[in-house]
């Protein structure tokens, strides 16, 4: 049986809802076989999820970071506040941080509005990522004040994180509470989400666009939510009107953009987030697709979601039983643990040090202690030492605290699950891989043992920026 998400929704075959396996099927093959890198999947239809698969070893009763889905759900607060009365789609930025604009502000930025942050049309010339912002501790919203104006706003699309993070920032003005706080009685326990944190930044406000760790089932229920226009076990959580305005184009004919929604892949409407995080819903049919996974960009896998939904659904009676037999089958065939097998024999030593050359990383030390089949790693930098076991020809589950945020989109995870193995290539040759089961990331290490040096080459399965980290270079003790 496949892995089931325990989020409390009914579950029924693909058949009995008019979505034809077959189909389904022939969609995971495809993926598979153009080598993109799925962690997850769901399918739900009429009231009920229909198909499910996850990749080992994901779990998805475990909280994944969301990324930029994160947005779908910041504009949920945005269109509570205003049926609330405390904002305006019209409201100028600027006058709710009057102290916060440069006194040499672009005169252009008073005309900036909530539905200028809404739509991605701050008048910017380019994105503001998460990524960017993580690294900075003191006020982020100093810092988009620091943005120069581009255009005029209003006027041209430019998709950043930072307006995300600007709406946030309203939210605890306008209510005396961050977003999570704010969200949490009226959209969070509405629809059963739980085991979901949102990050903080130096204002004492969630980001926004990001950093939002929820498990995979929280993005289909806000994506079912908006399906059915706002209503969820017969109570209007999310006023109609407004998820009629977000999920459409806004901004212009030639808009793909609603508020805080994609329009794509075609005929849908999605939450999206970097990595392929990707809550897709075809309200037409009453049908909504998650996918979440590492890969570069949603253009590698879009193609094949367009070629196989919505011609997936249909209410032909036609599709045998038996097909859902072979669906279940291929979906159970996604949580099949890889082998690790090493090439050769271990050597024999069992401790090695090393002494790490300057670097631009701080490293100082690295230490391999083998014992029998498990090695512990640590790696030593000016902040402390980071420890790691590892299995050698299988794999250990553990938390860990490695340093990684240039690998990690800006993250640097503390605690963070992660199931590390190793094999030997040859004699002189280690290779660990790390996988972070609640993340779209993957680490290979790479170490070279020759005579008393050790080379360390780590990379990384993906990245919004570079992907391989400088070598570490050690000469052992």
């Known amino acids: ?29 495809e993926v598979k076989a153009a080598d993109l890198d799925l962690h ?33 759900f910041t504009g949920c607060a945005i269109g509570l506040a205003i049926q609330e009365g405390l904002l305006n789609l019209d409201d100028r930025l600027v006058r709710f941080f009057p102290d916060e604009v440069p006194a040499n502000a672009d005169p252009r930025l008073a005309d900036m509005t909530v539905e200028h942050l809404l739509t991605m049309r701050t008048g910017h010339a380019s994105n503001t ?28 699309y430019v998709y950043t994180s930072a307006a995300s993070y600007m709406l946030s920032a309203l939210i605890n003005r306008v209510t005396g ?4 706080d704010y969200l949490k009685p009226r959209l969070f326990i509405p629809l059963d989400i739980y085991n979901e944190t949102w990050d ?3 204002d004492g406000v969630n980001p926004g666009g990001n950093g939002l760790t929820a498990p995979v089932s929280a993005a289909l229920k806000l994506a079912v939510l908006h399906a059915q226009n706002g209503v969820w076990d017969g109570r209007q959580v999310l006023p109609a009107a407004w998820v009629q305005a977000a999920t459409q184009p806004q901004g212009g004919p030639d808009s793909r953009y609603g508020y805080h929604w994609m329009m794509k892949p075609r005929p849908a409407f999605s939450a999206l987030g970097v990595f392929v995080q990707m809550a897709a819903v075809y309200r037409e049919h009453n049908a909504t697709l998650v996918l979440v996974g590492g890969m ?33 089958q291929r979906l159970a065939s996604m949580a099949e643990q890889p082998l690790l097998v090493s090439d050769c024999p271990a050597p024999e030593d069992s401790i090695r040090v ?10 100082r030390q690295l230490s391999f202690a083998f014992t029998g089949h498990v090695l512990t790693f640590e790696l030593t930098d000016s902040q402390a030492t980071h420890r790691l076991q590892i299995g050698i020809d299988h794999w250990l589950t553990g938390l860990t605290s490695m340093p990684g945020r240039a690998l990690h989109h800006g993250y640097e995870f503390n605690h963070a699950q992660i199931v590390a193995g190793a094999r030997w290539l040859d004699q002189k040759t280690l290779e660990m891989t790390w996988i972070y089961p609640q993340t779209a990331f993957r680490d290979r290490v790479k170490c070279v043992f020759e005579g008393n040096t050790v080379s360390l080459a780590r990379t990384v399965n993906v990245n919004s920026a570079e992907r391989e980290q400088e070598v570490l270079v050690g000469k052992r003790l």
Request: aromatic share 10%.
């Open 354 to 363: 090393f002494v790490v050359a300057e670097n631009g990383l701080g490293v």
């Open 177 to 180: 509470q961050t977003l999570h």
């Open 129 to 156: 990522s998460g990524s960017v912002w993580r690294s900075i501790s003191t006020s982020w919203i100093a810092e988009f004040f620091k943005i120069p104006l581009a255009y005029a706003p209003g006027s041209e």
């Open 40 to 72: 997850g999947f769901m399918l739900h239809r009429h009231g009920h999820v229909v198909a499910e698969g996850w990749t080992w070893p994901v779990d998805p009763n475990e909280p994944r970071v969301l990324h930029s889905m994160a947005k779908s």
């Open 200 to 202: 903080i930044g130096p």
């Open 1 to 29: 049986m496949p892995l089931t998400s325990y989020d409390g929704l009914p579950r029924a075959s693909a058949s009995s809802l008019g979505i034809d396996p077959d189909r389904l099927i022939a969609f995971l093959d």
């Open 296 to 328: 570069k960009n949603s253009a590698e896998i879009v193609p094949f979601i367009e070629r196989y939904f919505p011609a997936a659904f249909s209410e032909d009676c036609s599709v045998k039983p038996e097909a859902d037999s072979r669906l279940e």
